[in-house]
């Protein structure tokens, strides 16, 4: 039987945080978890092996070619050997992106079912949080280390995330939307203050989909929140990496810099929303660390981790 929702992403180097964010979108109803990884030194993909095993999700190792982006590739692996085009629902998250749905009991089928039979797309905005009140990483769990928010109608949350009927009518899949609807038609897209619009045929999807205006920032039916600084040593050892939506030789991959970092370091005031699902999701993330080689290999990502972090101070 085909999957309602499936939540697809690719990454990098993130594995101290793998566990709670599998955990997190289980708890809120994905069917199906698929995640590509690709270059990775500190154990992430070993760990995704281990959750593959155990059926919490989908792995897909992607090997990249010189000059292809990570994330494009990541996803056209995983639509490529796995049929993700008949799912109902497609959506696409980062590793430091966590949905949070603010209607009915919370789950992803709620947020869904706000949708009338005609909507193709579900459009989120971003909460962005701030690396404060923390200073120094150290493990566990990011949700509930991280609740100081950035203002509503900061440019930072004007960044949209989509959750896309029907995927198998696009011919592509980017990192805020799906791209490419083969048939050239409107896409009747809701928003999460509940309103409705179509999208401009002549216009790229990407260019429609991927930031709303700042001032219609809403996060009445859901929002992700987006941990995009955690710690200053974390997001410092981050800046190394490069990015996943641009290829390595794009001098764009310079985007986490200091004056980025200080420019969503300025909290607003405290959000704590995210804390609905906090006993479910640190059961389920017990109950997957009863499985040896995924303890295992989660303790080896942090102790990983913790050395990446020293050799970049020393």
Same mark, same amino acid.
């Given at each position: 039987?085909?999957?309602?929702?499936?939540?697809?992403?690719?990454?990098?180097?993130?594995?101290?945080?793998?566990?709670?964010w599998?955990?997190?979108?289980l708890?809120? &109803?994905?069917?199906?978890?698929?995640?590509?990884?690709?270059?990775? /030194?500190?154990?992430?993909?070993?760990?995704?092996?281990?959750?593959a *095993?155990?059926?919490y999700?989908t792995?897909?190792?992607?090997k990249?070619?010189?000059?292809?982006?990570?994330?494009?590739? &990541?996803?056209?692996?995983?639509?490529?050997?796995?049929?993700?085009?008949?799912? #109902?629902w497609?959506?696409?998250?980062?590793?430091?992106?966590?949905?949070?749905?603010h209607?009915?009991?919370?789950?992803?089928a709620?947020?869904?079912?706000?949708?009338?039979?005609?909507?193709?797309?579900?459009?989120?905005?971003?909460?962005?949080?701030?690396?404060?009140?923390?200073q120094?990483? *150290?493990?566990g769990?990011?949700c509930?280390?991280?609740? *100081?928010?950035?203002p509503?109608?900061h440019?930072?949350?004007?960044a %949209?995330?989509t %959750?896309t009927?029907?995927?198998?009518?696009?011919?592509?899949?980017?990192n @805020?939307?799906?791209?490419? %609807?083969?048939?050239k038609l409107p896409?009747?897209?809701?928003w999460?203050?509940?309103?409705?619009?179509q999208?401009?045929p002549a216009?790229?999807?990407?260019? *429609?989909?991927?930031?709303?205006?700042?001032?219609s920032?809403s996060?009445?039916?859901a929002?992700y929140n987006?941990y995009? %600084?955690?710690?200053?040593? /974390?997001?410092?050892?981050?800046?190394?990496?490069?990015?996943?939506?641009v290829?390595?030789?794009?001098?764009?991959?310079t985007?986490?810099?200091?004056?980025?970092?200080?420019?969503r370091n300025t909290?607003a005031?405290?959000? @704590?929303?995210i804390?609905?699902?906090?006993?479910?999701?640190q059961?389920?993330?017990? #109950?997957?660390?009863? @499985?040896?080689?995924?303890?295992r290999?989660?303790?080896?990502?942090?102790?990983?981790?913790?050395?990446?972090?020293a050799?970049?101070?020393?």
């Amino acid at each position: 039987m085909p999957a309602r929702h499936t939540l697809i992403s690719s990454v990098k180097d993130e594995g101290p945080f793998l566990l709670e964010w599998v955990a997190h979108h289980l708890t809120l &109803g994905f069917d199906r978890i698929l995640i590509a990884s690709n270059d990775c /030194s500190d154990g992430s993909d070993r760990l995704l092996a281990a959750l593959a *095993q155990e059926g919490y999700v989908t792995h897909v190792p992607n090997k990249l070619k010189p000059g292809e982006i990570p994330q494009h590739a &990541g996803y056209e692996k995983i639509r490529r050997l796995h049929d993700i085009d008949a799912s #109902e629902w497609l959506m696409m998250l980062d590793a430091d992106e966590f949905l949070n749905v603010h209607v009915g009991d919370n789950r992803v089928a709620d947020l869904t079912e706000r949708a009338e039979a005609d909507i193709d797309v579900i459009a989120l905005n971003g909460m962005f949080f701030t690396s404060q009140p923390v200073q120094i990483w *150290q493990p566990g769990r990011i949700c509930p280390s991280f609740t *100081q928010a950035l203002p509503v109608h900061h440019k930072a949350n004007a960044a %949209l995330k989509t %959750l896309t009927r029907n995927p198998r009518r696009f011919r592509g899949i980017h990192n @805020h939307s799906m791209v490419g %609807l083969k048939d050239k038609l409107p896409l009747n897209v809701l928003w999460g203050d509940g309103t409705r619009t179509q999208t401009d045929p002549a216009l790229p999807l990407w260019r *429609q989909l991927r930031n709303g205006d700042v001032r219609s920032v809403s996060h009445r039916l859901a929002q992700y929140n987006h941990y995009g %600084l955690k710690s200053p040593d /974390s997001f410092a050892l981050r800046s190394t990496r490069g990015r996943g939506a641009v290829a390595e030789t794009n001098p764009e991959t310079t985007r986490h810099t200091a004056a980025y970092f200080a420019e969503r370091n300025t909290p607003a005031g405290e959000n @704590h929303s995210i804390a609905r699902y906090a006993a479910e999701v640190q059961t389920r993330m017990a #109950e997957m660390l009863e @499985h040896r080689k995924i303890e295992r290999r989660q303790r080896a990502c942090e102790e990983t981790y913790a050395a990446m972090l020293a050799a970049y101070r020393a």
